[in-house]
């Protein structure tokens, strides 16, 4: 007698927890939003950051006016032909020429620029050598001063690109320091 209820209470249980489970209509869910979420295309248009100023979907992600970003020291020269003059002419380095690292200078300098402009600063760089870029300049031909290589740095000139996301203020004047000190030993 007690087997016979026993087994007849375990049919009982599993017929009372199988009878709730419904495929077409399922259980309340909390956040259902995190199980289902919507499913987007990647690099598809997206409504997220529309503005009633029909800026069409870029207000958010705009910065507010007036600000830069942290750690970003603003340039005062233009990239035009006349602010390199005025660069040249009239940018002095902050840094202390006493206290610059040279050899940091070097390294930054064979990193960056010597695969063009040799690691004497000659012009004859491995992609020189190779034929890659033709042109580049002889640190010994060129009028050069500390504010117009830093000015290069910053904006680039004719092939060559800025450099001005890969090293910081204080970097682009210790290299231009170090390009001024291969000029005089050339």
Not at 46 to 68: D, H, M, Y
Not at 71 to 87: D, L, R
Request: glycine share 8%.
């Amino acid at each position: 007698m007690k087997s016979i209820f026993k087994i007849s209470f375990v049919i009982g249980a599993l017929v009372s927890l199988t009878s709730c489970k419904d495929d077409s209509a399922p259980n309340y869910q909390y956040m259902p939003n995190m199980y289902e979420s919507v499913a987007y295309e990647t690099y598809s248009e997206s409504t997220a950051f529309n503005s009633p100023n029909g800026l069409q979907g870029k207000e958010g992600q705009l910065p507010p006016v007036g600000t830069i970003k942290r750690g970003y020291v603003p340039y005062e020269y233009p990239n035009t032909p006349e602010g390199y003059a005025a660069a040249k002419l009239n940018s002095k380095s902050p840094l202390d020429p006493t206290t610059i690292d040279m050899k940091k200078a070097e390294e930054l300098f064979n990193i960056y620029c010597a695969i063009c402009h040799g690691t004497a600063g000659d012009g004859k760089g491995n992609l020189v050598k190779q034929g890659k870029f033709l042109g580049v300049p002889n640190y010994k031909d060129r009028e050069i001063t500390e504010g117009s290589v830093n000015h290069v740095i910053n904006f680039g000139l004719n092939s060559m690109g800025s450099y001005a996301n890969q090293l910081n203020q204080q970097e682009r004047w210790m290299v231009a320091a170090y390009v001024m000190k291969l000029r005089s030993q050339l």
